[in-house]
């Protein structure tokens, strides 16, 4: 594959069929002609779940702040300690991001998304039920953190891998 060729998407080589065309020296030459797509009540559906799933994700990493004073007052340490777990989470998930990406390209989006999902899960159970550093770095930061790094990228592609004429007003409402 040339540099300035991209992959097709999954939706795109489903519905690209190879026809020939005759040419008027009548030498046959391969065509790509790309069919429409169906972008019914389950691309929608898709756009609909992959927006919970990003509101779900940044809304717990980005409203950290809201459980610092608490967090303060349980495990008697400074803002700058406990504000350290809330700042890892959100790097751990932007590191993990090109691990995503490439796990997307090889086994889809939805597996990919649903261990996020478990990870994340576990992560912020085992938060709740910490009574130290180690609880909320283990939990909130690293596990939370993963899920919610292989959770977004795959609820991006999912919207994209089901739209071609409408695919960024999909992505837009998704994001």
Known sequence: MKSDERKPLLSEQKNLNKHVVVCENDEP??????????????????????????????????????FLDPLMAEMKQSRGTISIAGSLQVALSAFVAPLAAWLVDKKGSRPVCLAGAVTATFGLLLASFASNLVGIFGGLSLLTGIGFGLMYIPAVVAVAENFTTRRSLAVGLSL
Do not use: P, R
């Open 29 to 66: 030459k391969n065509e790509d002609i790309q069919t429409h797509t169906s972008e019914g009540c389950s691309a929608w559906l898709v756009v609909a779940a992959s927006f919970l799933c990003i509101c779900v994700l940044d809304g717990t990493m980005y409203s950290f702040g809201c």
